[in-house]
């Protein structure tokens, strides 16, 4: 998978945490089913914590390993707030403690397993932000391959629906028609009026063709049929998107820089 693909941008994002996204705007439990696992997601996040948890996997530095307490990643504050497209730190106390109530329960085959995603974290307004993530967490992570490419495309949805689906189309690659209900219920749209669903369920495919995952999609009686982009249609894009968040990043930071420079000169300039 590796050939051409700039490595800069090979995404090492652990499989699970894509596979079984917590993430739900008005569910306060989640179950998912799979031919290989049972997983029960309490207290799930909301947009802006996921995109925080994507944030410190993929962009935190290890600051410290232990078997017990788990790992503790440290990002740049600014940096953290620029992922999640506020200027205003103080909500990103409350933010990180969602991580610190979302709470797994898993079986795969006969193993079970039961833990939060984080236990402690730091704010630092103008420094660092520091997250451990519970041992148990990352086990469940790092027992299972890298998914390359897929994590860019994770970063820029924004509804749940369209973030569940993503997950189960990025576990089934070949996957190119889906039974509606099943559509229905991977995208975990739960709803009793079936138009309404269908429009719910169309959301989401758009926002997937709006990133570049699908080329396009139709509903055609009780089936969804996908027109699914290439391997290297994937990469390419992947690569596209990956430079578009690192150019966000970089203007954000420049501007909220610049921001308190002015606001600190101000503040000088009355003082006087």
């Known amino acids: ?57 993929r962009y935190g530095e290890v600051q410290s390993r232990d078997p017990t307490l788990g790992i503790r990643l440290s990002i740049d504050t600014y940096t953290l707030l620029a992922f999640l497209k506020t200027t205003d730190w103080t909500d990103l106390p409350a933010t990180l403690k969602l991580l610190t109530e979302c709470r797994y329960d898993i079986r795969y085959e006969k193993r079970r397993g039961g833990f939060v995603v984080a236990g402690h974290f730091e704010v630092a ?4 932000t520091s997250v451990v993530f519970t041992a148990e967490f990352m086990r469940f992570l790092e027992e299972y391959a890298s998914l390359w490419f897929y ?22 690659s070949k996957a190119n028609r889906m039974k509606l209900p099943t559509a229905l219920e991977r995208a975990r749209i739960n709803t009793d009026k079936l ?36 391997e290297q249609e994937i990469r390419a894009r992947a690569i596209e998107l990956q430079k578009r ?10 501007r909220f820089r610049r921001s308190v420079r002015e606001s600190q000169a101000r503040k000088r300039s009355r003082e006087k």
């Open 195 to 230: 138009s309404r669903a269908k429009r719910y369920l169309q959301s989401a495919l758009d926002e997937l063709v709006e990133v570049g995952f699908l080329r396009g999609y139709s509903l055609e009686g009780d089936e969804v049929v996908l027109d699914r982009c290439s």
């Open 125 to 128: 307004s103008g420094g660092k």
């Open 245 to 254: 968040i690192d150019e966000e990043i970089k203007a954000f930071i420049e």
């Open 151 to 172: 994590y860019a495309f994770a970063f820029f949805l924004r509804r749940p629906s369209a973030i569940n689906l993503h997950a189960f189309l990025t576990a089934n």
């Open 1 to 57: 998978m590796r050939g051409k693909f700039d490595e800069r941008y090979a995404v090492r994002l652990p499989s699970d945490v894509l596979r079984f996204p917590p993430v739900s705007l008005y569910e306060k439990e989640i179950e998912i089913k799979t031919e290989y696992a049972y997983v029960k997601i309490e207290n799930p996040l909301n947009i802006t914590a996921w995109r925080c948890l994507l944030a410190l996997l």
